[in-house]
């Protein structure tokens, strides 16, 4: 794979803004970080910092730091195409361009964000059926880890990004699907199995899921720290959301669970007035809805096109500048929630286990 390039311009915003540029400087000259390099953009050469490289400026410069505990997110609602998947992919990728050690679990038949995350990347040029039927068979994922065929991190793949893990999602969900309803603590396999013993070894954990209530959908509500919701500012969404909070009320009271839900206003239009009036509208009426909202647009879409987080796709740009505000506002409910549930937390710096995931020992 081709190794990616940013200049100091882009990378500064990247993490904020312009302003960062002399520290990333400062950060080259002492050596802190790797001098940048000489690559060929198109006819010209030009000079920019590697991936590995923006991970460590990340992590000193940037605004989504590591929190004071290992922690779980579940990106869900009962609503299709509402960008749960693409919240999912620029939490992970961005926490990773952080210097997080993430690990994305994909809860979603479809596998949108095992695509995004680039797994099946030239499955589709291969000449060869039998290469790809024989990498598609190699391919091990939840299902097997509940049948104690694979231990779990025999599922953990690399990505891309250096910081960035995956469980990717295979067909046999749907049978997963199935079998946790015929368990006892059928909510609780997930948790126990799978998220609490990756906490150990990841700082955080992304569960995507699908847009359905299901065994899958349950068992990610169980295990998650925070609920990260998308509201779409479209009329349509509107009734489901009423529904879908209630469920959501009754399920947390019923399990006795006290995650906190945080809720990000998606696909506004700047130019129509209803989905201003419904974005002011969540706003003040939807408890936990932050104050920055992702708009509908093509550099969005692009960027999930292109597998990449906004901030990597378009520096600078209004969706890279507003998804900033989004996973920054949503990185302070997360610590605000971690401080009010576990106060000692705020206090401590917990050390993870810092081996290659795929290769430690898990037990
Ligand atoms: N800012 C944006 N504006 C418009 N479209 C976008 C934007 N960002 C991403 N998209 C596109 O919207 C589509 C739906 O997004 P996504 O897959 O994230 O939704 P989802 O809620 O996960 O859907 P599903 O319920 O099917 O899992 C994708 O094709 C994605 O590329
Ligand atoms: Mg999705």
Known sequence: MNETYYSLKKVAAMFGGQHLKEDITRLEQSGEIG??????????????????????????????KT????????????????????????????????????????????????????FDDGLEDSADLNYILEKLNRTKGLSDIFNNSIRLNEAIVPTDLENLFLIPETPELVALNDSLSNINRREFWLKEKVIDPLKQHFDLVIMDCSPNWNKLTTNALVA?????????????????????????????????????????????????????????????????????????GVSGEEATALNKSFIEHCPGKPASNEIIEVLSEVHRRIEESISRRTPEAASWQYSRNQANPQESSWR
């Open 35 to 64: 001098a940048q390099v000489k690559f060929r953009s198109g006819a010209l050469y030009r000079k920019g910092f590697s991936s590995n490289d923006i991970s460590k400026i990340g992590e000193k410069l940037g605004f989504f």
């Open 67 to 118: 929190f004071n505990s290992p922690t779980s997110l579940c990106v869900f609602t009962t609503k299709g195409g509402v960008l749960k998947s693409t919240l999912a992919l620029n939490l992970a990728r961005t926490a990773a361009l952080h210097g997080l050690k993430t690990c994305v679990v994909g809860l979603d038949i479809q596998g949108d964000v095992t695509t995004a995350l680039g």
């Open 224 to 296: 998650c720290d925070a609920l990260i919701s998308p509201l779409e500012c479209k009329i349509n969404n509107f009734r489901n959301f009423k529904v879908f909070s209630k469920f959501l009320e009754e399920f947390k009271q019923e399990m006795r669970l006290d995650f906190e839900s945080i809720f990000v206003p998606t696909r506004y239009s700047l130019n129509r007035k209803l989905s201003q009036d419904i974005l002011s509208w969540y706003r003040e009426n939807v408890d936990g809805c932050i104050d920055g909202a992702i708009r509908e």
